[in-house]
């Protein structure tokens, strides 16, 4: 191994994106399972970590908000339990039909009358820490959506999306601020319509965070976000609960996953988030021709920022 993959793992990180790892998956893990997790991660690192649910029928979130939220609250920092849970990402379930990625479907929904909304926040229930919703703000009722929950302390982050840039700007000014995965599950960038892509590296205001597995962003896009938007970009992980596991296929979310050589995808044959951890993400983005300090301060100190200011 490169001396920089030996390296050992960062204090301090932050992760603002995952569904889980080392077996675990935090749609239906326990409080032993989240321990478990918890202290994975913070044995690679990680201080701060997001929970992350996909989009899945109503009565089901309720159960894992639940779940989550009543062990999110037996927890301090600092408490020798593992990395601190700061609250809980929902990825959905207002997104794009058409850019849902590996999302399915059938679970998502719209905010055109306000009744989805409302329904959304009973099943999600009173939530510790500093809640993130993904939003495409083109849905029908979407940046309504964006101002509900702005002003609810959601931190809004646009993604699953091909809105246009007047929309974005539209959402911004509705209280988004960040952009989820950037570069994946958005429509692409054309050169008579940026959309999302390239309003996204033109807002010095707007943070974005990134999928440094070089599976999902070559290398030259990685070094491309890092250099458009300097001290704006977050590493994630947006790993899955095979994570640290060995290749195979894993049955989750219903479906089958198979992992195979640092890539894990549906029998779509599509990308369904990674198995990249967050202190190999930073690894990879040094790889790919990140400085090492760059890398260190989008994988701590600006989502610790993100998270201060959303």
């Known amino acids: 191994m490169s001396a920089v993959a030996d390296r050992p793992p960062s204090p301090g990180l932050v992760d603002l994106h995952i569904h889980g790892a080392f077996g675990v998956d935090v749609l239906t893990a326990g409080p032993a399972e989240l ?166 590296l033109l807002r010095e205001d707007v943070t974005v965070d990134v999928i440094a597995d070089l599976h999902h962003l070559s290398p030259e896009m990685l070094r491309l976000v890092f250099k458009a938007k300097p001290d704006r970009v977050a590493l994630i992980s947006d790993a899955i609960p095979p994570a640290g596991l060995p290749d195979g296929p894993y049955a989750v979310w219903g479906e089958t996953l198979t992992v195979s050589r640092g890539t894990v995808r549906n029998a779509r044959g599509n990308l369904a988030g990674s198995v990249c951890l967050l202190d190999e993400a930073l690894r990879r983005a040094e790889s790919a021709g990140v400085a090492r300090e760059e890398a260190f301060q989008a994988a701590r100190d600006v989502p610790a920022r993100i998270l201060a200011s959303g």
Request: charged letters at 20%; proline letters at 8%.
């Open 35 to 200: 321990d478990r997790l918890a202290r994975g991660l913070a044995a690679r690192g990680v201080s701060v970590f997001f929970p992350t649910l996909v989009p899945v029928p109503l009565p089901e979130m309720a159960a894992a908000c639940s779940r989550l939220s009543s062990w999110m609250r037996t927890r301090r920092e600092g408490d020798g339990r593992g990395a601190f849970p700061g609250g809980i990402h929902f990825e959905g379930p207002f997104v794009s039909r058409a850019r849902c990625g590996a999302l399915h479907p059938g679970s998502l929904l719209d905010g055109e009358d306000g009744r989805s909304l409302d329904a959304f926040l009973e099943a999600a229930g009173p939530l510790p820490g500093r809640p993130v919703t993904t939003v495409a703000p083109e849905i029908p009722g979407g940046l309504a959506l964006v101002r509900a929950l702005a002003r609810r302390g959601f931190l809004v982050s646009l993604g699953h999306t091909e809105a246009d840039a007047a929309t974005l700007d539209e959402a911004f000014s509705a209280g988004a601020r960040h952009m989820t995965h950037f570069g994946n599950a958005l429509a692409p960038l054309h050169h008579r319509a940026v959309g999302p892509i390239g309003w996204g």
